[in-house]
């Protein structure tokens, strides 16, 4: 059996780690000739048994494992946890903004929020790289190298949809935003530079990676920095140092405040790149190789750009410097060019997924770099919330092949499918369900499902699921998760409990489950359950008469225990004439009258005591023996006294 991304655990094997890999199982024979069956679980878990076989009718007991495949979650990680967390509050801010679209400074907000999201995957990343170096199983510490670089890809390509997407870009001029990202996400030679300029030794070049490093910095569109290691030179002084300082120096620089259209800084950058032209032509930098390697560097040579190609990991880190000394004036539409003639440098080669990614988002083409990204293994937590930012930016646009318009579509349903796999978390559900409720109405549908379906371990979550189905007006969840408890109550024999959670879901039939329970607990001996609850129930207790009934029995002890011997006489008297008590209660009820009865001063009235003979006569069953005889004696000698003071008021 091949499952891609599971880990498979028996009954036995619980604790047992799981695999990033594709993992082959071989299955007992036994199970075969078993016919083995599956079903799936809650979650992203189903399970592989052998179905039971009958012979003669009479099924076959086995002692077979039953083996549990599940898929592993990534993002389950303990080291990861905050980043589900952190992301949920950006994200739900993230919508409350959308919802505010007429506001001007809305999109200075999506910056904002997307900066956000970054800052929390550098977290991430620090996280992780914390573990590694705790980590000493060695099987263990190359998957969590492998998690880190993933993250680092993470960041990388949101740093850049960031910069190409998201950002209002002054004039549409990218180039100062290229170079940042490419200095940010690869930082050739910048430790050794700032080494050497701040040991500002003279004779620098002795150092195994000055010209590479100085190199480095002007392709990173480090001029200050590349100037400065090149005084660091023995021969600085020299006229082929100073010719290349210069040239350095008057290179112009394009800026949106700078005072000059577009079409001005070209005429300006093209005579600039004349003259460094003519410089090499010259011949006058002949013996400095690297030099002249420098300024066929700026006059952006092709050749001279595919020599330093090899000195790289990839032709991101060449990337920004091209575009500085081919077109400083670019627009996002231009970088398109720019990355095929970089990734071209080193000729045919296998791409990475972010070389694709990238390439894609340079060209314009988020349909691809969506899908690609979903292809990462980080479950799916970076298609979501890009994919959501973008969205809401509004340069999202992605049509199906009748060319209609599905970009809702797609957003909502990674965020379903996002928010439904971390609802399988048994502490985190909370934050699928915020997820699942930003795309209605499937999302409350699906929400609804996976809520019900939540082991309830005690009544602190009980409550916890119900608080969050209310605050998205998930009623019927409400009622089905007090039902379950009430159940679970009932059969634990905690009587209260059961009657207080039927009460909360509204449930007649529930109600009368547990009231019936409570009232035969009385009959055996106990205590009546909840009486607090019960005497504020107010209109909770009219779901159900044994309810109605239970409620005001509790009320009729409680005037008798405070020695309100009327009003529980007269509250006693209705529930015998209302009818409603069960019929294993009738005697119980009838009973209680006893002490009020042989009371010195008359509880009940002549009328009364007649109802209370008229019941024992008709329920005969329910009291029998000398319990009846001493009812009936008690009941006469009541009419003999009520009717000598009837006599006397008259």
């Known amino acids: 059996m091949n499952t891609s991304g599971f880990s498979m655990n028996t009954s036995k094997e619980k604790n047992s780690k799981s695999s990033n890999r594709v993992k082959t199982f071989i299955l007992p024979e036994k199970c ?15 399970t592989i048994y052998p179905r039971s076989q009958k012979v003669n009718k009479e099924p076959i007991n086995t002692d077979d494992k039953i083996m549990k495949i599940r898929q592993e979650i ?20 993230l919508q409350k903004a959308a919802e505010a679209s007429n506001n001007s400074d809305n999109q200075v907000e999506f910056l904002k929020l997307s900066r956000q999201y970054r800052s929390i995957i ?20 190359n998957s969590l190298k492998s998690y880190v670089t993933i993250f680092y890809s993470i960041e990388c390509i949101w740093h850049l949809c960031e910069i190409l997407y998201i950002d209002n870009v002054p004039g549409d001029v990218i180039l100062p935003f ?33 010209w590479d490093t100085v190199v480095g910095m002007v392709v990173q569109g480090r001029i200050d920095v590349a100037r400065g290691l090149l005084k660091l030179h023995s021969l600085a002084e020299t006229n082929e140092f100073k010719l290349i300082d210069n040239s350095l120096r008057t290179m112009p620089v394009y800026s949106v405040y700078g005072g000059i259209s577009t079409g001005e800084f070209t005429i300006v950058w093209k005579h600039w790149q004349a003259e460094c032209r003519s410089k090499l032509t010259s011949k006058s930098l002949s013996s400095q190789p690297k030099l002249e390697l420098i300024m066929r560097l700026m006059i952006g040579e092709y050749a001279a750009f595919e020599s330093i190609r090899p000195q790289y990991a990839s032709w991101f880190d060449v990337l920004g410097g091209y575009v500085l000394f081919t077109s400083p004036w670019a627009r996002r539409r231009d970088l398109a060019d720019a990355a095929c003639a970089c990734a071209a440098l080193a000729g045919p080669q296998p791409q990475t997924q972010l070389d694709v990614v990238v390439r894609a988002l340079l060209e314009g083409d988020l349909h691809q770099v969506i899908h690609e990204i979903q292809q ?46 971390i609802m399988d978390h048994k502490s985190l559900w909370s934050v699928g369900l915020s997820y699942l409720a930003t795309c209605p109405p499937e999302g ?19 409550i916890r699921i119900i608080d969050e189905a209310k605050k998205y007006g998930l009623l019927g969840v409400v009622q089905t998760v007090c039902s379950c408890v009430s159940a679970k109550q009932l059969g634990a024999g905690r009587v209260g409990g059961a ?61 008798y225990k405070s020695k309100e011997f009327k ?48 019941c024992l006569e008709l329920r005969s069953k329910c009291l029998e023996g000398e319990k009846a005889e001493l009812l009936r004696l008690a009941c006469v000698r009541n009419l003999a006294r009520t009717a000598l003071l009837d006599g006397e008021e008259e």
């Open 32 to 46: 075969f000739e078993k016919h083995v069956a599956c079903a799936w679980r809650r979650g992203n878990t189903f």
């Open 74 to 93: 990534l993002l389950f990680m303990p080291v990861l946890r905050k980043l589900i967390n952190e992301s949920n509050g950006t994200f739900l801010s």
């Open 122 to 141: 550098r977290v991430c990343i620090e996280g992780l790289q914390e573990v590694v170096e705790k980590e000493t199983d060695t099987l263990s510490k």
């Open 178 to 210: 290229l170079l940042e990202w490419v200095r940010f996400h690869f930082p050739c030679h910048e430790q050794v530079a700032a080494q050497m300029l701040v040991a500002l030794e003279r004779g620098s070049e002795e150092h195994p990676e000055y």
């Open 376 to 421: 990462m293994s980080d479950n799916g937590w970076f298609a979501t919330h890009l994919t959501d930012i973008l969205y809401h930016c509004g340069k999202l646009e992605i049509l199906d092949k009748h060319q209609t318009d599905v970009t809702r579509r797609l957003r909502d349903s990674l965020v379903l499918e996002y928010g439904s796999l």
């Open 444 to 462: 409350l549908r699906r929400a609804e499902l996976l809520l019900e379906r939540i082991p309830i371990d005690s009544e602190a979550k009980a």
């Open 499 to 559: 009657l207080a959670w039927a009460g909360r879901a509204r449930s007649a039939p529930l109600c009368a489950r547990a009231a019936h329970a409570a009232l035969r607990g009385y009959c055996a001996g106990a205590a009546l359950p909840a009486a607090d609850m019960l005497l504020t129930a107010g209109a909770t207790l009219l779901m159900d008469n044994t309810l109605l009934f239970l409620g005001k029995y509790c009320d009729f002890h409680r005037l």
């Open 567 to 614: 009003k529980s006489a007269k509250l006693l008297i209705s529930l015998i004439t209302s009818k409603i008590a069960p019929e294993y209660f009738w005697e119980t009820l009838l009973l209680d009258t006893l002490p009020l009865l042989e009371s010195e001063e008359p509880m009940f009235s002549s009328t009364d005591t007649y109802e209370i003979i008229l």
